[in-house]
């Protein structure tokens, strides 16, 4: 019975509203809706569906325009606004000129309001006017060309060719993003894991290089003992060298004859015995004891003069037997003295009878300068200046030669430690110096850690140079940086600041390494000529943990990471990755070359001129997932179909409603009747009832009052109909 009075009611007010309009081809439904209401033959297939709702108005090639909802809009009144589909109250699509192709689904959605084609808006308020735009979500916008705007309030901000998911100040993570392909060419994403490999990758270069540098420490002290050893070596080897040479002299100073030593070479003395020249010892001293004087005259003292001797006995304990004497016919005009000393008949014994002779003169020109004090049995002294023992023999002097010495040849190689030492033995200890001090400034470092692929080269320098040690190597392979190469040695460290070749790092932990770098605080790194890591303002100088690779790379302290040739990463938290990425943002990723991000806690794979795709993106799972174009287009064909199926479904059942309806009679001739009538359209059917009841039966003023209802087997609901009919 209420279905019955609602029926009424609606009954009594659609008699004073006016009735729906359908053009040619075209389909109204409801109160005041029109579909394409004018009579235009080129307009059809346009559908009209709610109070105040328009498809297709007033234009001229206007077409499959669908608006379902309260005051819904598809089409406008402007001239190939065609195939746009408006669903929701007060939902717009395609309402400006030449805007086709637009669907907006939701509440107050828009979609290509302003001229432009192909916008997609779902969700309550909706809207995409940028062309070939799309905007899902409550508010959504997408304004410029060929964007994307997801999610509740999301917004493309004006631009081209973006694809957001949130506003500033509402921003959004991308999950579960497969991993990108990682190459020269490659515009895939990257996801979260590949970043974190690279971090990791970095903090252990952090850790290897920490390494390095407490064992390299270790190594310049051992390098620097070793310099000191080897500088003792050396100072050993010129001690040696002195050694040998004093030695040296002092053997020659003993041979005497003329000998001399220089840089270790020995000149040989020259004795002269009778008319022969003897250039060593042994050969004079045999000549001295195969030598006979005879006919000699004793020499009254120290100034006389013996010549032209015919026979002596020289040597130590030599018997003289018969000694006669002559100093007839002496050179140089010396007189006749024929005094005959006597025969001796006694033999001359070692140690039983002393010859005190004032000097003894052989060969012309030879002098007796000085007193010789001898014995038979222990030495012989020949000639001015000859070698000689002094008494008991206790050291034996050789001639002088006026500074020049005296040379000693055919000499034994000492054996006991008191021996004389020839030329070969000198020179052989003098080499064994030489190698000893040698082996001292060849200085072996050991690895730098164990980590380590390459070694520290050994260094092997002379003993006024410095060591240079060379490249030490992380596991990876990657070169840490070249070590110092001159007089500081490895490096200099002043408390918690270490310099390395023109670098400095600064704070616990940190390194730096290449020409002009610089790791300003804690636990930085710094690889690369020129490479820094700066500091934001407020910055706290206990910040750990940022890194800055590559050649004028530059990163915050916050910290930031900057990997590549002049890559700046100058937000808090940011990352600059490629050849000049810069990323300000604080939380914000530049990825690629020359990328830029200027917003906080934005990716950024390019700049506003140069943007790059993100290719290969997995099809989203999650509701917080991104979706791929694949996810995308999917969604748009199978709600564009769904859509368009459901409204032909729709329409053909109510159409199949009317015109069962139409086939009931109004009155019947009784007070009260019941009607039937059927009716079908595009393969859906319905049926139709009535009641009428006649009120009056004056034939001057009939009157009467119908009410029905028609039910279908599609998707539209119930059909109710009444009426009132009076006649005068």
């Known amino acids: 019975m209420r279905a019955i009075k609602v029926s009424i009611i609606a009954a009594l007010l659609a008699a004073f509203v006016a009735p729906a309009w359908a053009a040619t081809g075209g389909t109204a439904t409801g109160a005041s809706v029109t579909a394409s209401n004018v009579t ?32 819904s809009n598809s089409g406008g009144s402007w001239a190939g606004a065609s195939n746009n589909v408006a669903i929701g109250t007060l939902s717009a699509a395609g309402t400006g000129l030449g805007s086709p192709n637009n669907v907006a689904i939701g509440a107050y959605a828009a979609a290509g309001t302003n001229g432009t084609q192909d916008n997609t808006s779902l969700g309550y308020g909706a809207a995409s ?43 959004r993570a991308i999950t579960n993003v497969s991993a990108g392909l990682v190459s020269s060419t490659s515009t895939n994403a990257v996801n979260g894991a590949q970043l974190f490999s690279v971090e990791e990758l970095a903090s252990q270069a952090i850790t290897n290089a920490a390494t390095a540098e407490s064992t390299a420490t270790v190594a310049q002290q051992e390098a620097g003992g070793a310099l000191t050893t080897a500088a003792g070596a050396a100072n050993a080897a010129a001690t040696a060298q002195a050694g040998v040479g004093a030695l040296a002299q002092q053997a020659v100073n003993v041979l005497g004859g003329g000998s001399s030593v220089s840089n270790g070479t020995i000149t040989a003395p020259a ?75 006694s033999e001359v014994s070692a140690n039983t009878t002393n010859l005190q002779i004032q000097g003894v003169a052989i060969q012309q020109n030879q002098l007796a300068t000085q007193a010789a004090q001898t014995t038979a049995s222990q030495a012989l002294v020949l000639g001015q200046n000859s070698a000689q023992y002094t008494n008991s023999g206790k050291s034996l002097t050789l001639n002088s030669n006026n500074g020049a010495g005296t040379l000693v040849q055919n000499v034994a190689p000492g054996i006991a430690s008191t021996d004389a030492a020839n030329v070969g033995q000198v ?76 670098s400095q790092a600064k704070g616990v ?37 940022a890194v800055a690779i590559g050649t004028g790379a530059r990163a915050n302290a916050d910290p930031g990471t900057a990997l590549g040739f002049q890559a ?10 490629g050849y000049q990425a810069v990323a300000n943002g604080n939380n914000s990723v530049a990825l690629g070359a020359g990328s830029v991000a200027n917003r906080d806690n934005s990716v950024s794979v390019g700049t506003a001129s140069q943007p790059r795709q993100i290719t290969n993106v997995a099809p989203g799972t999650a ?52 009607t039937v009538g059927t009716g079908s359209y595009s393969g859906y059917g319905a049926l139709g009832i009535e009641y009428s009841h006649l009120t009056s039966t004056d034939s001057k003023r009939p009157a009467f009052v119908s009410i029905g209802a028609a039910i279908s087997d599609g998707s539209a609901p119930t059909l109710f109909h009444a009426g009132l009919s009076m006649g005068w």
């Open 129 to 171: 006017n940028g062309g070939f735009g799309l905007a899902l979500g409550y508010g959504a916008s997408s304004t410029g060309t060929n964007s994307v705007a997801i999610g509740a309030s999301s917004t493309d901000g004006g631009q081209s060719n973006v694809f957001s998911v949130g506003a500033v100040g509402n921003t």
């Open 40 to 71: 235009q033959q080129d307009a059809y297939n346009n559908i009209s569906e709610g109070t105040n709702s328009t498809a297709g108005q007033a234009g001229t090639g206007q077409s499959g325009n669908i608006s379902i909802g309260l005051a």
């Open 509 to 545: 932990g940190a390194l730096a390494a290449g020409a002009g770098a610089d790791a300003g605080y804690a636990g930085s790194l710094a690889l690369g000529t020129g490479a820094t890591i700066t500091a934001s303002g407020g910055q706290d100088s206990n910040t750990i943990g």
């Open 271 to 345: 004795y002269i015995i009778g008319p022969s020249v003897y250039n060593n010892v042994g050969g004079a001293l045999n000549a001295l004891n195969n030598t006979t004087i005879t006919n000699t005259q004793a020499a009254a003292n120290a100034q006389s003069s013996a010549n032209f001797a015919q026979s002596a006995a020289v040597g130590a304990q030599t018997t003289a037997n018969y000694a006669q004497v002559l100093a007839n016919n002496a050179l140089n005009g010396v007189a006749a003295a024929n005094t005959s000393i006597g025969v001796v008949n």
């Open 623 to 674: 509701p917080t997932d991104t979706v791929n174009f694949g996810q995308v287009e999917g969604l748009l064909q199978g709600m564009g179909s769904g859509v368009l199926t459901q409204a032909d479904a729709y329409t053909s059942a109510a159409v199949a409603q009317a015109s069962a309806l139409a086939q009931v009679p109004t009155f019947g001739p009784t007070g009260n009747s019941i």
């Open 427 to 502: 020179l052989a200890a003098q080499s064994a110096a030489v190698n000893q001090a040698n082996a001292y400034t060849t200085a072996t470092i050991a690895p730098v850690a164990t980590t380590a692929n390459t070694a520290l080269a050994t260094a092997q320098t002379n003993s006024q140079q410095i060591i240079t040690l060379r490249t030490v190597q992380t596991a990876q392979g990657q070169v840490i940086g070249m070590v110092l190469n001159g007089v500081a040695g490895i490096c200099k460290q002043n408390g918690n600041t270490l310099t390395c070749a023109q």
């Open 568 to 577: 700046n990463a100058a937000g808090a938290n940011s990352v600059a990755l």
